[in-house]
């Protein structure tokens, strides 16, 4: 069975603030993997996408991938109250696996 | 800027009931695909499907569940005789490409089940 892991949360940050949002997944063959954001009743939005191992930076977002650990981070620099949502990992093994997303708060 | 959308954004049916969640992806896309969420847990892949036909199914879509396309924008896709553990949303996206960074997922239509 192929997992996508993440911490539920909520992680709390103070705006401004650097969020770090973690993912593990358990298929060594998967190549691709994804940063979705979903606001409470809305379909999930991409944010992010990473092939390569090291870092992809777009803004004030960076994805981050390790492929030996199997780990997939997020940071969002400056956070804003607006970037309150949940973060779903998910990663592509021919077709899309999403972890259970983790809740960040970030408040005023 | 094109967007994928679904009707109706509600639904409410009766447990055994037949219900048909459609779809019409963005245009030029030609890979498509349902997903499904469960309140308060995760996207779930339940079928692609490409040039006409399915690519992949999950374990949940079992045959109780079918897809079409039955013109050349609608998608859709149908449950037979609804559960009550067949609440959920469901989403629906669509690409331009098989790599899924191009995958765009419609607003959903919350399915609830009595």
């Known amino acids: 069975q192929k997992e996508v892991e993440q911490n539920s949360g909520p992680l709390s940050v103070p705006e401004g603030a650097i969020a770090s949002l973690n993912c593990t997944y358990s298929?060594?063959?998967?190549?691709?993997f994804f940063w979705y954001r979903q606001y409470s009743g809305k379909s999930p939005e991409l944010i992010m996408f990473?092939?390569?191992?090291g870092d992809k930076e777009d803004g004030r977002f960076t994805a981050q991938l390790n492929k030996a650990s199997q780990y997939v981070s997020l940071l969002i620099r400056d956070s804003q109250p607006s970037d309150s949502a949940t973060y779903l990992c998910?990663?592509?093994?021919?077709?899309?696996?999403f972890g259970t997303g983790t809740r960040l708060q970030v408040f005023p | 800027e094109p967007e994928v959308t679904q009707t109706p954004s509600h639904q409410v049916t009766q447990m055994g009931q037949e219900v048909i969640l459609r779809c019409v992806p963005i245009?030029?896309?030609?890979?498509f695909y349902w997903y499904r969420q469960i309140l308060g847990q995760k996207v779930e892949f339940l079928v692609s499907?490409?040039?006409?036909?399915?690519?992949?199914k999950s374990e949940i879509f079992d045959d109780q569940f079918s897809v079409e396309r039955p013109d050349g924008s609608n998608f859709t896709l149908k449950i037979r005789s609804t559960k009550l553990e067949d609440s959920a949303m469901y989403f629906c996206?669509?690409?331009?490409?098989?790599?899924?960074?191009?995958?765009?997922f419609g607003p959903g239509t919350r399915l609830l089940v009595l």
């Open positions: 998910a990663v592509d093994t021919d077709k899309l696996i």
């Open positions: 499907f490409y040039n006409n036909e399915i690519s992949e």
């Open positions: 245009s030029n896309h030609l890979y």
């Open positions: 990473i092939y390569s191992n």
């Open positions: 298929d060594r063959g998967s190549q691709s």
């Open positions: 996206a669509s690409s331009d490409r098989r790599l899924s960074e191009t995958q765009y």
